[in-house]
């Protein structure tokens, strides 16, 4: 860990998108997160897959730091500006 800049965790099986978020990844990131702050490291810790306005909160809480989002901001009706506000104001002040 010592030797990391960056931790991904997809949290979909890779391989094309729109997939739904796995929800039992949440443990994962957790787990990584504790690891990284047990060991008072700088990594910062991103996800991939299933991201949108019901799961950002869940992952950031988790202890995420960077979300990847495709679907939910390019399939999305809205315009991509307000698709990503909108995925940003679902996190709130977390």
Known sequence: ???????????????????????????????????IDNQDLNIELEVDGGINELTAQTVVKAGAQILVAGSAIYNSETKVAEAIARIRGSIGDI
């Open 1 to 35: 860990l010592p030797d990391l800049d960056q931790i991904l965790i997809m949290t979909v099986n890779p391989g094309f998108g729109g997939q739904t978020f796995i929800p039992t990844m949440i443990n994962k990131i957790k787990r990584t997160r504790t690891l």
